[in-house]
């Protein structure tokens, strides 16, 4: 059974920071590129950031570039996203993803999702 479960999310002050963690389970981690979207009430699931594998190779959305940092944990079958400077903007569900294609934004291409976890930021 495939699990992708995200944590981490929680209420913030503008300007703080926090760090989401994505576990999975259930497919061979190693083979697959994760992905983080959010989406914030009302609007699209939006691309934040992406991890390939094996070069390990990052790629952001233009608005969090420079703030958020996204990492691998292949022992752990975890991925993490750091997040600082937060922003009221930046408030929404965050979601994990999993893709075999490598550094893709577009969610048609990703194949595994999780339920997402919330983050707020107050201003």
């Known amino acids: 059974e495939v699990r992708v479960v995200e944590s981490g999310g929680g209420l913030v002050q503008a300007g703080g920071s926090l760090r989401l963690s994505c576990a999975a389970s259930g497919f061979t981690f190693d083979d697959y590129a994760i992905g983080w979207f959010r989406q914030a009430p009302g609007k699209e699931r939006d691309f934040v950031s992406c991890i390939s594998e094996p070069d390990r190779f990052t790629y952001y959305e233009d608005s969090v570039q420079g703030r958020f940092t996204i990492s691998r944990d292949n022992a752990k079958n975890t991925v993490y996203l750091q997040m600082n400077s937060l922003k009221p903007e930046d408030t929404a569900v965050y979601y994990c993803?999993?893709?075999?294609?490598?550094?893709?934004?577009?969610?048609?291409?990703?194949?595994?999702w999780g339920q997402g976890t919330q983050v707020t930021v107050s201003s």
């Open positions: 993803a999993a893709n075999f294609r490598g550094i893709v934004s577009y969610k048609s291409a990703y194949d595994y």
